[in-house]
């Protein structure tokens, strides 16, 4: 039997940090991280932190539903950044950091218009939740740099005092709540 991977693409501030933790998914396939939804076409990294292209720096996530579901890949996008803070995560400001999620049919825009109304009314944040949920329209896939970038630069400052803190708590607070299991 072949797998049928569906594709879910979230913006959730820097695309290093959610492309470490989602690659840690069973069910998922890959990870891309990239820009989505500008109005500049093949946008550059410079070009999208100048702030003036509209994209957001997204992972696009391929999965297999029959092993892990969008409404888990939601339930960790809920909890692995700050959606109540607009246009910034951490020390990360600006427009291209913003919390969102870029649909990619019918069915995943009621999954996450109904899974934010219940995270927003479950407490799980002090202040409302911003996070728009818009279609995926475009996607443009980040430089080569920017991909497996958490694999590739452990050591690197960012990676350290970022993204390590975020993958420690991502596997304690993870493990066993998911369909598949966190790696």
């Known amino acids: 039997m072949s797998t049928k991977f569906e594709t879910a693409t979230f913006g959730a501030g820097c695309f290093w940090c959610v492309e470490a933790v989602f690659?840690?998914?069973?069910?998922?396939?890959?990870?891309?991280?990239?820009y989505a939804g500008g109005v500049v076409k093949n946008p550059t990294y410079q070009q999208v932190c100048s702030g003036t292209t509209g994209h957001a720096e997204v992972a696009q996530i391929s999965f297999g539903p029959q092993v892990i579901s969008f409404d888990d890949l939601l339930y960790v996008f809920w909890r692995?950044?700050?959606p109540t803070t607009l246009n910034r995560?951490?020390?990360?400001?600006?427009?291209?950091?913003?919390?969102?999620?870029?649909?990619?049919?019918?069915?995943?825009?009621?999954?996450?218009?109904?899974?934010?109304?219940?995270t927003d009314a479950c407490g799980?944040?002090?202040?409302?939740?911003?996070?728009?949920?818009?279609?995926?329209?475009?996607?443009?896939?980040?430089?080569?740099y920017h991909q497996n970038y958490y694999s590739l630069n452990p050591n690197q400052p960012y990676c350290q005092f970022v993204i390590d803190p975020k993958i420690r708590k991502f596997k304690e607070e993870f493990r066993g709540k998911l369909t598949g299991t966190v790696q």
């Open 124 to 144: 799980l944040w002090p202040n409302p939740i911003v996070t728009e949920i818009v279609p995926c329209l475009d996607f443009y896939a980040a430089e080569v």
């Open 89 to 118: 995560q951490g020390a990360d400001v600006g427009t291209q950091y913003r919390s969102a999620i870029f649909y990619h049919s019918d069915e995943q825009k009621a999954i996450a218009e109904s899974s934010k109304r219940e």
């Open 23 to 34: 690659q840690r998914l069973e069910g998922v396939q890959q990870v891309v991280s990239g």
């Open 80 to 82: 692995t950044h700050d």
